[in-house]
């Protein structure tokens, strides 16, 4: 990882290793694209990286895409250091957001960021979830991304994950 983690987050999870982890609340600066999931992180780029340079924050690891409607609307984010972090300007194509205290399952990535990665270890968490009824689903799933478009392929770190709470 090139970048330090929000203050109080959980170190990713190892590849191929599904875990129950707790996230602090924290602050977050997100683009909402609206189309095909495939192409979020992509399209948030910009944005993104125009608000945290503007406002002269630091950028920290790991990017967030959750996918509210797959296919349709993720939201991509660059979480704050602090869940106090402030910024001085807020483009209108961002907006600044709250994320409560969670838990998720996880499941650790190593390789590249493709759509079909995702797909393949989303379905091992289903799986885990039917074999863990005790658990019910929250939210849609996100993934976490931890390095940066400069990194190899297989060197690349990531988490797909699922919110869950106790039934």
Known sequence: ??????QGFPQPTEA???EV?????????????????RMATRAAFDPLYQ????????????V?????KEGEETEVSFLYSTPDMTPQKIDSQV?????LPMTVV????????????????LQKLK???VQHPEYEVVSPPRRLLYNSPMTPEDLKRSEVQIEIRLK
């Open 127 to 129: 799986e885990w979830l």
């Open 95 to 99: 907006m600044v957001r709250d994320t």
């Open 1 to 6: 990882m090139s970048a330090s983690l929000p």
């Open 21 to 37: 982890k707790e996230y602090p609340q924290y602050r977050a600066v997100t683009y909402t694209h609206t189309g095909d999931s």
């Open 51 to 62: 608000h945290i340079s503007s406002n002269q924050i630091a950028m920290t690891t790991p």
């Open 16 to 18: 191929n290793i599904i």
């Open 106 to 121: 996880s499941i650790g990535v190593q390789g590249a960021y493709s759509w079909e990665s995702y797909e393949q270890n």
């Open 64 to 68: 967030e895409a959750r996918y509210v």
